[in-house]
């Protein structure tokens, strides 16, 4: 089992900027890739930013250009950066960790609440 711990939501002005971080804890090892997905109320959850074990990074077309995601490996950690927020990134942001075994993200963050105010 893989345990997944989200932290850095809050409150944030449009335009402003906020880093989660997803620490991961249990069997790292069969991690090949983590992600952040977001869901907004009354909308499916959505994928906004993924990375593999190799660095391979791929980005919603929503924050492209806006969002970073990078891992701390001495840590067992990734993060998210947001950069020029908007109201419609406001949404419960979940991390996700994938087994190498499968193609589908198994192991799912508690969430933080991310709520960007205009």
């Known amino acids: 089992q893989v345990q997944l711990v989200e932290s850095g939501g809050g409150l944030v002005q449009a335009g402003g900027s906020l880093r989660l971080s997803c620490a991961a804890s249990?069997?790292?090892?069969?991690?090949?890739?983590m992600g952040w997905y977001r869901q907004a109320p009354e909308k499916q959850r959505e994928l906004v930013a993924t990375?593999?074990?190799?660095?391979?990074?791929n980005y919603a077309d929503s924050v492209k250009g806006r969002a970073t995601i990078s891992r701390d490996n001495a840590k067992n950690t990734v993060y998210l950066q947001v950069n020029s927020l908007k109201p419609e990134d406001t949404a419960v942001y979940y991390c996700a960790a994938r087994h190498w075994a499968t193609v589908t993200y198994d192991y799912w963050g508690q969430g933080t609440q991310v709520t960007v105010s205009s």
């Open positions: 990375i593999t074990n190799g660095d391979d990074t």
């Open positions: 249990g069997n790292i090892f069969s991690i090949n890739a």
